[in-house]
């Protein structure tokens, strides 16, 4: 089925290429012939040289790697306007995984290539931290989903050459693409509250320390010295910031949608496909929430929080908890300005409990403050998972049966 508005591919739905090919699995089996020998001799040149994994960076791999095929090679979503969606079950439930929206790829690109830049490119670091935060970027630059296909070979390509520059063989043919792909997803999904992040990376961490090798040698040992390394990891850009801040509003708003729409009753159906267009929304343009949309938001986290149904179904309560702070969070942003405390936002009482005197208003400035403010809204949260740690992963509304196909109607889909 031809995805409205896509102006990468012809009527048909079938990618536009130079070779005239029209049938999707004959051009699929042309994409990998061109692409893996460009992969190949990509990664045997170490890479695009002088690059700063930035939009001009990739731009260049991706160029570099489906050029043989495609006319569009080397353009980001951007260029062609191009905003999808693409469902998973990776959790065992399906959910809407949201990427960035197209007319913000420079910018984001730009941003995360700056922040690596800050973390001299991950020189300096011991296997298990290289796994660590190449994980983290793995997932930034995933999200951001760059282009319209073909984002998989373009991060291999560039992980590689990042590996390679700070001492690591970096070889992706150690994972399976089953483990690539769903340790991807989880990172999207972001299953657990910004208090246990490290979760929600893990999968891709140890698929990282899964394929990385420490390069031999006296040069790769001096890549991987300490030295190279700066003594904290460095705080996180305003931009980078954002980022996390209006996606922990995706992921949650998204779940919450599918919750309201599938609780039984008149009108919860249309009330949680109208909140998945206020999240689909306010993804595109954060200042969709000034107004009734914010409203909108902490009603609808309210409604979950309180159902007596959901009283047993500890992650979708936890969900409707972090959708409160996360719309909070990103009407700040939308605002202007920067994200405090959430204990300052006049959230209830049983958003967040401290036991002590509520400190100061405080302004994150750093990467650790940053995950402090989202740990101390999410403690209450991170308590319950912990709690029902066994059974979480089958512990959503499974009492409720009625098919949310309506929340994707208005949906484009269909990534690589």
């Not at 043989?68 to 062609?80: F, H, I, L, N, P």
């Not at 991060?155 to 399976?176: C, E, H, I, P």
Request: include cysteine.
């Amino acid at each position: 089925m031809a995805v409205l508005n896509d102006r990468f591919s012809d009527e048909n739905g079938v990618r536009l290429n130079k070779l005239g090919i029209t049938d999707k699995d004959q051009l699929a089996q042309a994409e990998t012939e061109s692409s893996l020998p460009r992969l190949t001799q990509l990664n045997r040149e170490g890479g695009i040289q002088g690059g700063q994994y930035d939009q001009a960076h990739l731009k260049q791999v991706h160029e570099r790697l489906f050029s043989g095929v495609y006319q569009w090679a080397g353009e980001t979503r951007a260029d062609r306007e191009f905003q999808g969606h693409k469902d998973t079950n990776v959790t065992g439930f399906k959910e809407t995984m949201t990427y960035a929206p197209h007319k913000e790829v420079p910018e984001r690109l730009d941003a995360i290539g700056a922040q690596l830049n800050k973390e001299n490119n991950l020189k300096g670091l011991a296997p298990d931290k290289f796994a660590e935060r190449a994980a983290y970027y793995l997932d930034q630059y995933n999200h951001t989903h760059a282009f319209r296909d073909g984002n998989g070979r373009t991060m291999q390509a560039t992980f590689t050459q990042l590996g390679k520059a700070a001492g690591y063989d970096v070889n992706f043919n150690r994972a399976s693409p089953e483990i690539l792909n769903r340790s991807r997803d989880l990172a999207i999904v972001r299953q657990y509250p910004p208090a246990e992040a490290g979760k929600n990376l893990q999968p891709l961490k140890d698929m990282f320390k899964q394929v990385i090798t420490q390069t031999p040698g006296a040069e790769a040992e001096k890549l991987r010295d300490p030295s190279q390394a700066p003594a904290r990891t460095p705080e996180l850009s305003q931009v980078m910031r954002a980022m996390d801040a209006r996606r922990e509003l995706e992921v949650t708003g998204y779940r919450s949608a599918n919750i309201i729409a599938n609780m039984p009753g008149a009108g919860n159906r249309e009330q949680g496909v109208q909140l998945a267009q206020r999240v689909e929304a306010v993804n595109l343009d954060p200042k969709v929430l000034n107004g009734p949309g914010i409203n909108e938001m902490q009603l609808a986290a309210d409604k979950i929080i309180k159902h007596p149904g959901l009283k047993d179904t500890p992650l979708d309560i936890a969900d409707g908890k972090r959708l409160k702070v996360a719309s909070m969070q990103v009407m700040q942003l939308a605002e202007g300005k920067e994200i405090v405390a959430p204990q300052q936002q006049k959230q209830p009482a049983a958003l967040v409990q401290e036991k002590s005197a509520h400190p100061a208003a405080q302004v994150v400035k750093t990467h650790e403050e940053a995950q402090l403010v989202f740990a101390k809204a999410a403690r209450e949260v991170a308590k319950e998972l912990e709690a029902n740690e066994r059974h979480a992963e089958r512990s959503r509304s499974m009492t409720f049966l009625v098919d949310t196909g309506d929340l994707h109607n208005y949906l484009s889909t269909g990534y690589c």
